[in-house]
Antibody
Framework: EVQLVESGGGLVQPGGSLRLSCAAS????????MSWVRQAPGKGLEWVSV???????YYADSVKGRFTISRHDSKNTLYLQMNSLRAEDTAVYYC????????????WGQGTLVTVSS | EIVLTQSPGTLSLSPGERATLSCRAS???????LAWYQQKPGQAPRLLIY???SRATGIPDRFSGSGSGTDFTLTISRLEPEDFVVYYC????????FGQGTKVEIK
């Protein structure tokens, strides 16, 4: 059974850093396309970043230069390093697997809340 | 960058009625890369439809998708009580993007 479990969210001050983790089971992260999607309170879904199996990474303009997506193959875990955090980064962050044929998000974690506030 | 616009923002219907949700793209999207998701309060989104018209595993057949080019539609043939939640379309041409969502509420 495919499962994604995020962790690492919490309260952080503006300008601070946080690293989110997404532990996967039931499939191999390094062979998959993996993504982070966020949702600000009461708002819609916003794509954040993607890591392809070959190692290529892409970011939304809103986080480029501040966030870094990576993976640890032996731990089968996806990460999102978030630096220079802003109030507008406050959101629930979901990790999701991307279907490699038709590029839809087929499995999602339960999400972890990041709150950026002083 | 392709922008998806969903309409209406809120759809007020009664159980048993038919719901028609629209998703319009700012430029042509490959049907292979258009998906729909359902999101219940406090939960992660759930995949409903992929490749514009293929139902995901376990999705009831009252949900159907159609469309091509810049206009796509999600239809719920007969609304059940659990269907009154929020729906998002998503495309993956270049950078992935979601529509702003349509909330289906009980009339």
């Amino acid at each position: 059974e495919v499962q994604l479990v995020e962790s690492g969210g919490g309260l952080v001050q503006p300008g601070g850093s946080l690293r989110l983790s997404c532990a996967a089971s039931g499939f191999i992260v390094s062979s998959s396309y993996m993504s982070w999607v966020r949702q600000a309170p009461g708002k819609g879904l916003e794509w954040v970043s993607v890591l392809y199996s070959g190692g290529d990474t892409y970011y939304a303009d809103s986080v480029k230069g501040r966030f870094t997506i990576s993976r640890h193959d032996s731990k089968n875990t996806l990460y999102l390093q978030m630096n220079s955090l802003r109030a507008e980064d406050t959101a629930v962050y979901y990790c999701a697997r991307v279907d490699s044929w038709n590029y839809y998000f087929d499995y999602w974690g339960q999400g972890t809340l990041v709150t950026v506030s002083s | 960058e392709i922008v998806l616009t969903q309409s209406p923002g809120t759809l007020s219907l009664s159980p048993g009625e038919r719901a028609t949700l629209s998703c319009r793209a700012s430029q042509s999207v490959s049907s292979s890369y258009l998906a729909w998701y359902q999101q219940k309060p406090g939960q992660a989104p759930r995949l409903l439809i992929y490749s514009a018209s293929s139902r995901a595993t376990g999705i009831p057949d009252r949900f159907s998708g159609s469309g091509s080019g810049t206009d796509f539609t999600l239809t719920i043939s007969r609304l059940e009580p659990e269907d009154f939640v929020v729906y998002y379309c998503q495309q993956y041409g270049g950078s992935p993007a979601f529509g702003q969502g349509t909330k289906v509420e009980i009339k």
